[in-house]
């Protein structure tokens, strides 16, 4: 089973700042077969990125993903309120499919 | 658009099964893979299983002793029971759609259901 770690697991900003969320994963998931999601109180997740760096059909340019192998990055350009959440990564390149433990993103 | 709705008793018995349903409405069922994720209270997310509308299934292992999925392409609904429940299996249940894109099937979830709440009393 792949581990995967996210980090940090809270991040307290101001809107407009920018952030860097981390994944790591145990072993590589091959073509960068790594989504990232954010979850909203009281929802359920919702697809951001997929591929690594490909983003969901209506996410906003701000949200970005990058990375390969093992190291994984979603980066937040400019902090808007509706961005303050939780955010998971998850790999599909093999069963079972597992996911991080999240990063908060929360106000400062 | 398609949507997904989990339905499904709230509270089960410890020792008994828990038996969830998610029904698609908006689009077929058919052509898809789906599954079922849980989420405990505070907790992150454990992918359980999935099903393809053909009937050809994958379980996690640390579940899959336990568990079974099942679909119904008449009703445009797929279904898991979790046996011998504990208080551990006390989750929120969601249910979602794999993605197809490039005519190539991906096991990440674009479409979402809202959950279920599922409590296992003693």
């Known amino acids: 089973e792949i581990v995967l770690t996210q980090s940090p697991d809270a991040l307290s900003l101001s809107p407009g700042e920018g952030a860097t969320l981390s994944c790591r994963a145990s072993q590589s998931v091959g073509s960068n077969y790594l989504a990232w999601y954010q979850q909203k109180r009281g929802q359920p997740p919702r697809l951001l990125i997929y591929g690594a760096s490909s983003r969901a059909t209506g996410i906003p340019d701000r949200f970005s993903g990058s990375g390969s192998g093992t190291d994984f990055t979603l980066t937040i350009s400019r902090l808007e309120p509706e961005d303050f959440a939780v955010y998971f990564c998850?790999?599909?390149?093999?069963?079972?499919?597992?996911f991080g433990g999240g990063t908060k993103v929360e106000i400062k | 658009q398609v949507q997904l709705q989990e339905s499904g008793p709230g509270l089960v018995k410890s020792s008994e099964t828990l038996s969830l349903t998610c029904t698609v409405s908006g689009g077929s069922i058919s052509g898809y893979y789906w599954s079922w994720i849980r989420q405990p209270p505070g907790r992150g997310l454990e992918w359980i299983a999935y099903i393809h509308s053909t009937g050809s299934a994958n379980y996690n292992p640390s579940l899959k002793s336990r568990v079974s999925i099942s679909v119904d392409t008449s009703k445009d609904q797929f279904s898991l029971k979790v046996g011998s429940v504990t208080a551990a299996d006390t989750a929120l249940y969601y249910c979602a759609r794999h993605v197809f894109l490039g005519s190539y099937h991906y096991h990440f979830m674009d479409v979402w259901g809202k959950g279920t709440t599922v409590t296992v009393s003693s």
């Open positions: 998850q790999q599909y390149v093999g069963s079972p499919f597992t």
